[in-house]
């Protein structure tokens, strides 16, 4: 119905400015029709605020315009605040779309990459469409966004498009406020825009008619190809062949860590996992992130994918290419960033030549840049939520929304799993993964990843905050920013308030707050730390007992040295005469010179994680003595867990100075006695899992007591464990606690820098 002004009816007008992800995403052709449906005369455009809107018309039309406008929006719009005023009707002719604008204050949100949308994928499979089998289709519904783009406003000249030049159907497409490719930035089509092209090992283009097809039979043949994406490249390889992913694990020097697979469609990935409604819905979502899902027992997919792991990490095609690849008959392709362990993965075609030649037998590459990298997103659902591991491409730069708002700060991160976060008003926002921060192409990404947030979102941070440990290359960095208030933030404390932050939480509160390692302000290894939390403050109520950490980093990827600590405590020096098939992996001389590390303090830093028990007791259950990726040996503890009985271990706790000490010696004592006394490892790893739950929710009831307290977030690497996660957060709800967790960020260390941001706003405050 189209609502026309009578010549009796005043005119009034009103100007609108929109905030939130309101560029390209098709929002202001949403507008124009919108207005048109209504009668209104006036004009929209983007500026760099975000998009504003004058509108004249009758009043009670105009009313039902911005009503509209808030429920109808686009898809991947997102509305965070429209602000109005009133003006002297101008006398407009009709409404119009009007050129980007830039303003002194520069300030709108970006969307993310998102995945091709149905009508795209309709047009790429219809041989009478002019985009027929076209590998960068894209509307204003779908595409790249994040990582072609260069600085704001979003419009063409400041992506990586800016290289291609529209052909004269391109370019009225683009003109047309009725077409649904409408200011699509990255329009384009097979005459005028990026192109496909095969190459093998040494960067020499091999000329084919169709690469895409050609690459499809060099997978079937065994090949390894790197194949370039939305926010790099993948290594991919035929999930089927068990040959060519052991091959691309040796060259890739990953020789357990689980792979993620893509199938062309749902159908295809029933075929190897049982998957939920719910995880049907986030692996059809436009994010299209990696899905953690159960393995069907018989399975066509090659064993060395996922070997000693339940689940798969599954994705759907996100892009056109992708869909064309896919579409050649395969089960599954092996999908996996493409980079050596370590590293960040590769973006441009020349790094990726060189960087990948060791890897790679042949590349399928593509000439549009990509600005930015941005590696898959991975997600899980758990306890009736979907829980983030990574978040990256398809989820950011969209911000996480704060109770308050707060001041420009950087918060630089940990060293693991490392993200940055800048905050402006009510919006933090956190990079995609970055990554480790060991070596010196990582922090350099984290200094391109910082630069550019700072830029596309003008974000001019005042307060740079880091991790408290003074060794961090995120630490250093942040200590070197000259003119910026810096603010070190305890390890744990930022989890327990990042996760504060996501659920819009004042303290104070119960933080459990469970990883591998965080420096502690008494300068040792925390890790199994409850917290009474406030976002400027906290004490430390409890936390498990100190134990020595032999060979310090050594006893991380060598996890049978925490067992031989964890033995030697709760034995002593007799811990050698018991009956366990533990020791006869380990040369005695290896273990003597433990022991010896540990009598006399030598490297045996002492340490409180919970993370650390996980490794012990797999090493002692004899599941894994060393590990060939952070948290494997807790991952495949949980993994042997058998069915529930009920039954745990014993455990208590004594009163220190000024905390609870949790003596670990008891459930030690119960672990070897069941080793000894021939009890399955699957009822051991469930009467350890059991015990903790048991263990904290008791604790807590003890706490609430004290406190009074009786909200509980839940924060740390450990939480990935989905049978703690379960078990704890029910048994404290059945004691009628509040408990909250993770969902919009990782519990683990990619979402500690939303934290450290929220921390160092109110210490800057107090």
């Not at 159960?294 to 339940?310: D, E, G």
């Not at 300068?523 to 950490?549: C, D, K, N, S």
Request: with cysteine.
């Amino acid at each position: 119905m189209k609502y026309r002004v009578g010549p009796e009816e005043s005119i009034v007008a009103l100007r609108l400015a929109v905030s939130g992800i309101v560029q390209g995403v098709g929002f202001r052709p949403f507008v124009y029709q919108l207005a048109h449906q209504y009668g209104l005369k006036g004009e929209v455009a983007n500026t760099s605020a975000g998009v504003t809107i004058y509108v004249e018309g009758n009043e009670k039309i105009i009313q039902a315009f911005v009503r509209d406008l808030e429920e109808k929006s686009p898809p991947l719009a997102h509305i965070t605040e429209i602000s109005t005023s009133c003006e002297p009707a101008s006398g407009y002719d009709e409404f119009t779309i009007q050129a980007s604008r830039r303003h002194s204050s520069r300030w709108t949100l970006i969307s993310p990459d998102t995945a091709i949308c149905d009508d795209c994928l309709r047009e790429l499979f219809d041989p009478k469409d002019r985009r027929y089998k076209y590998p960068f289709i894209n509307c204003t519904n779908c595409g790249p966004r994040y990582t072609i783009i260069d600085d704001i406003p979003y419009d063409r000249p400041n992506t990586s498009m800016k290289h291609f030049t529209m052909c004269v159907q391109c370019q009225k497409e683009y003109d047309d406020p009725i077409n649904r490719r409408f200011h699509a930035q990255p329009n384009a089509c097979a005459v005028c825009g990026p192109s496909v092209a095969l190459y093998d090992k040494s960067g020499t283009r091999v000329l084919e008619r169709d690469p895409i097809q050609r690459t499809a039979v060099l997978l079937k043949e065994g090949y390894i190809v790197a194949i370039k994406g939305l926010g790099g490249f993948h290594l991919a390889v035929d999930a089927e062949n068990s040959d060519a992913v052991m091959r691309l694990r040796q060259r890739k020097h990953r020789e357990e860590k689980p792979l993620a697979v893509m199938s062309f469609d749902l159908e295809r990935i029933y075929r190897y996992a049982h998957i939920k409604p719910d995880e049907e819905v986030l692996l059809t979502s436009p994010q299209r992130p990696i899905v953690l899902v159960r393995k069907r027992c018989q399975n066509p997919l090659s064993p060395v994918i996922s070997p000693r792991n339940n689940n798969f990490g599954v994705m759907l095609p996100y892009t056109p290419l992708h869909y064309l690849l896919l579409g050649y008959d395969f089960i599954a392709l092996v999908m996996t960033s493409g980079n050596i362990s370590e590293e960040p993965i590769a973006i441009d075609n020349e790094e990726a030549f060189e960087r990948l030649a060791a890897i790679a037998d042949y590349f399928l590459a593509h000439n549009r840049d990509i600005y930015l990298r941005s590696d898959d997103s991975i997600v899980r659902r758990v306890a009736c939520a979907t829980r983030s591991i990574r978040r990256s491409r398809g989820y950011i730069p969209a911000p996480v929304f704060l109770k308050q708002e707060l001041p420009q700060i950087l918060a630089c991160g940990a060293e693991l799993k490392n993200t940055l976060c800048l905050t402006k008003g009510t919006n933090a926002f956190l990079s995609q993964h970055i990554g480790d921060l060991e070596n010196l192409e990582t922090y350099r990404f984290f200094e391109l990843t910082t630069r550019h947030m700072k830029r596309i979102l003008d974000i001019d941070p005042q307060i740079v905050a880091c991790d408290l440990h003074p060794d961090y290359l995120s630490t250093r960095y942040a200590q070197e920013q000259e003119g910026m208030e810096k603010i070190a933030v305890q390890h744990h404390h930022a989890h327990c308030v990042s996760c504060m932050a996501e659920n819009r939480l004042d303290g104070p509160v119960l933080g459990l707050s469970f990883d591998g390692t965080g420096y502690g302000t008494d300068g040792r290894i925390w890790g199994g730390e409850v917290l009474i939390a406030e976002t400027h403050q906290f004490t430390r109520a409890a936390h498990l007992a100190y134990l020595p950490m032999p060979g310090g980093e050594a006893a991380i990827k060598e996890p049978w040295r925490m067992g031989v600590s964890y033995l030697y405590e709760a034995f002593g020096e007799g811990f050698l005469d018991l009956k366990l098939d533990f020791f006869q992996g380990i040369e005695k001389e290896k273990i003597k010179i433990i022991v010896q590390m540990i009598s006399r303090e030598v490297n045996s830093p002492q340490t409180s994680s919970l993370g650390r028990l996980f490794d012990g007791i797999a090493a002692i259950v004899g599941i894994r003595n060393t590990v060939a990726y952070e948290g494997q040996a807790a991952l495949e503890l949980e993994m042997a867990r058998g069915d529930e009985t009920g039954r745990f271990y014993d455990y208590e706790w004594q009163k220190g100075e000024d905390s609870y000490h949790i003596a670990v010696d008891p459930i030690i004592r119960g672990v070897v006695k069941d080793m000894e006394e021939g009890v399955q490892v699957s009822d051991i790893s469930s009467k350890f899992h059991m015990t903790l739950i048991r263990l904290f929710s008791d604790l807590c009831t003890l706490l609430r007591q004290e406190t009074g307290l009786d909200r509980v977030v839940l924060s740390g690497g450990v939480f990935q464990n989905a049978t703690l996660l379960t078990g704890l957060k029910k048994a404290l709800e059945e004691k009628r606690f509040h408990v909250f967790t993770h969902s919009l960020v990782p519990c683990n260390d990619g979402g500690i820098s939303l934290g450290q941001a929220v921390v160092a706003a109110s210490v800057a405050a107090s």
